[in-house]
């Protein structure tokens, strides 16, 4: 985790999508949560005519803001400064490289809210309190793609306590398409 960044996110996204495509499967849909699912709408904007359909859970979008933000200004310069800070959520405990923030930078939400055409659906829990439900709205009715928000007014971050509803929500949106 160390050396996480957006940019290795999409190399290695851009690599099973070229393993994808060797064996037949030019076209994918893609299924991301989190950071996952920010990563997975930068891959879609990238590549409009490789990506049938995105699927994210709670995208983290602005996860620049929203990591210097939790820090707060006094560990954020010294997260800065020492290149290295140590971050601990209910999920993970790992250590993070300024180098995510310098490039989380290079890719802002307006860029991709510019660049997005990707048929999208976007779950999002309002009592989410990692990604901002507000910002993931904004994105929704920004986006020049064709995007669908469903909003869990009781939902968290994971949502895992309704993962049937997601899933019948996602075949929905994909048959819909004719892609299920």
Same mark, same amino acid.
């Given at each position: 985790m160390? %050396? +996480?960044? *957006?940019?290795?996110? @999409?190399?290695?996204?851009?690599?099973i999508h070229q393993l994808l495509g060797e064996?037949?499967?030019?076209?994918?849909?893609l299924l991301g949560s989190s950071m996952g699912g920010g990563s997975a709408l930068w891959y879609c904007a990238l590549h409009p005519d490789a990506v049938l359909a %995105? +699927?994210? *859970?709670?995208?983290? @979008?602005?996860?620049?803001a929203g990591l210097l933000a939790w820090a707060g200004p006094?560990?954020?310069?010294?997260?800065?400064?020492?290149?290295?800070?140590?971050f601990r959520n209910e999920l993970v405990a790992c250590?993070?490289?300024w180098e995510l923030i310098e490039d989380l930078r290079r890719h802002p939400t307006s860029a991709l809210v510019e660049r997005?055409?990707?048929?999208?659906?976007?779950?999002?829990?309002?009592?989410?309190?990692t990604?901002?439900?507000?910002?993931?709205?904004?994105f929704a009715a920004r986006a020049a793609g064709p995007v669908?928000?469903?909003?869990?007014?009781?939902?968290?971050?994971?949502?895992?306590?309704?993962?049937?509803?997601?899933?019948?929500?996602?075949?929905?949106?994909?048959?819909?398409?004719g892609l299920a």
């Open positions: 160390r %050396g +996480l960044t *957006l940019t290795r996110n @999409l190399a290695n996204i851009a690599r064996r037949g499967w030019p076209r994918i849909c %995105g +699927l994210h *859970l709670a995208p983290a @979008l602005d996860l620049d006094e560990r954020a310069r010294r997260w800065q400064e020492t290149g290295t800070l140590a250590d993070l490289g997005y055409r990707t048929p999208a659906l976007l779950l999002q829990g309002q009592r989410d309190a990604v901002p439900w507000r910002g993931v709205a904004d669908e928000l469903h909003l869990f007014a009781d939902g968290d971050h994971r949502l895992l306590d309704r993962k049937q509803r997601l899933w019948d929500l996602m075949i929905d949106f994909l048959r819909a398409r």
